[in-house]
C-alpha cells in the first residue's frame, strides 16, 4: 500500500511540563515518566542502595539519563546494570526501558537509520505486560524517523499501530495520534466518510480528557478542534459548525489557559464561527463574531505587550497577525 506524502504532516509530539501529567495518563510509578529532568545523581545513587527488582531497574535507568545530561561516561554502565538485572528477572519492560534511554541518548541526532535500528531493539521486547505508555513512545519514535527518511509506509506502519493493537478506553492518548493519521489519509484520498470519523473522534477524546491541557502545547490540543470545524464548514454542514465552535467557546471559559492563551483562543474561535457564518449565508451573525474576534485579538496585543517582542512562543506574533488579517 503506497501511502501519499499527506503523511509528512507533522502533529506536535507533546511537551510535558509537569509530573501531574503521569496521573491523568495513568502511568505506574515502574514506568519511565515523560519527564527528562533527572539531574540529581548524587540522590538516585543513594536511592539505589536501597532498592531490587522492577524499582532498582527504574531507577538505573533514571540515573543513566541524569549522568547523560551531565555528559558523564559512566552513563552507559547503570544502563548495562538495567540490563542484566532486568534479564536476570526476565522483565523484559526493563530492558525496553534500558533499550529506549540508550537510543534516546547516545544515538547523534539526524541519524534516523542509527536511531530506529536501536529503538527497535527496545521494541523486540514490547510483550503483553508492557505498559501502553512505553509501547507508545517506541513506534511513534521509530514512525517519526522513517518519516524524515521519506518512507511513509514504514512511518504510517508504526503511527497507527496504538489503534490497532492498544486498548484505547485506556490509551486514548495513543489512540489519539493514530487516529490524526488515519484522517490525514481518508482527506488524501477523498474519503470523506473515514475522514469525518476520525475527526470526530478526535475530537471528543481530547473533550473528554481536557485536564491533560495543562500539560502540552495549546496548539497541539486545540488543533483537533480546528481540523472538525474546518471540515464542517468546507463541506458546507454549517448547522455542524456553528454548534461544535459554540461548545468549544463555552469550554474555554471553563476551562481556563494562561492568560496570554485565553484570549487569543476566544478570539480564534470566534474567527471559526463569524467563516462558519458567513459561508451559510448570516452575514448579521458574521460579522458580531468578526468583531468579537478583533476585540479579543487586541486585547491580547494590548495585554500582553511581549508578544510584540516575540517573547511568546503560544501566541506567536506572526501567527497573531495572520488571524488579525484573516478577520
Known amino acids: 500500500m ?6 509528512f504532516i507533522s502533529l506536535l509530539f507533546p511537551i510535558v511540563v509537569h509530573a501531574q501529567a503521569d496521573s491523568i495518563l495513568k502511568i505506574p510509578s515502574d514506568v519511565l515518566s515523560y519527564e527528562r529532568h533527572y ?9 539505589l542502595q536501597h532498592q531490587e527488582g522492577k524499582q532498582k531497574v527504574l531507577t538505573l535507568c533514571y540515573t543513566a539519563i541524569s549522568m547523560f545530561v551531565k555528559k558523564d561516561d559512566a552513563a552507559t554502565t547503570y544502563l548495562d546494570w538495567a540490563m542484566k538485572l532486568s534479564d536476570s528477572m526476565r522483565y523484559n519492560q526493563g530492558k525496553v526501558m534500558a533499550w529506549m534511554v540508550f537510543t534516546t541518548w547516545t544515538i547523534p541526532p539526524g541519524d534516523y537509520k542509527s536511531f530506529i535500528k536501536s529503538m527497535q531493539k527496545a ?49 486514548w492518548f495513543a489512540c489519539l495520534i ?12 477523498y474519503d470523506y466518510n473515514n475522514e469525518l ?10 473533550m473528554q480528557h481536557n485536564g491533560y491541557r495543562h500539560f502540552i502545547k495549546p496548539n497541539f490540543f486545540i488543533a483537533h478542534f480546528e481540523h472538525l470545524l474546518y471540515f464542517y464548514t468546507q463541506h458546507g454542514q ?3 459548525s456553528v454548534g461544535t465552535c459554540m461548545t468549544v467557546l463555552d469550554s474555554l471559559r471553563v476551562w481556563n489557559f494562561e492568560p496570554a492563551i485565553q484570549p487569543f483562543l476566544y478570539a480564534k474561535f470566534s474567527g ?23 476585540f479579543f485579538f487586541n486585547k491580547t496585543l494590548n495585554d500582553f505587550p511581549g508578544i510584540r517582542e516575540g517573547r511568546y512562543t503560544y501566541p506567536a506574533y506572526p501567527d497573531l497577525l495572520i488571524n488579525i488579517a484573516n478577520q
Open 272 to 294: 471559526h464561527l463569524a467563516r462558519a457564518y458567513h459561508h451559510w449565508g448570516k452575514l448579521d451573525s458574521a460579522i458580531i463574531y468578526h468583531d468579537s474576534a478583533m
Open 123 to 171: 521494541e523486540q521486547f514490547l510483550d503483553e505486560k508492557t505498559h501502553w505508555s512505553l509501547k507508545y513512545r517506541v513506534w511513534y519514535q521509530i514512525g517519526e524517523k522513517y518519516k524524515y527518511l521519506k518512507m511513509p509506509d514504514s512511518a504510517f506502519y508504526y503511527l497507527v499501530k496504538p489503534c490497532n493493537e492498544l486498548n484505547c478506553d485506556t490509551a
Open 2 to 7: 503506497k501511502i501519499p506524502g499527506i503523511i
Open 178 to 189: 493514530s487516529w490524526y493519521w488515519f484522517e490525514l489519509k481518508a482527506k488524501h484520498e
Open 39 to 47: 539531574t540529581n545523581t548524587d540522590s538516585l545513587l543513594r536511592e
Open 238 to 240: 454549517f448547522k455542524n
Open 197 to 206: 470519523s476520525y475527526l470526530k473522534k478526535c475530537y471528543q477524546t481530547v
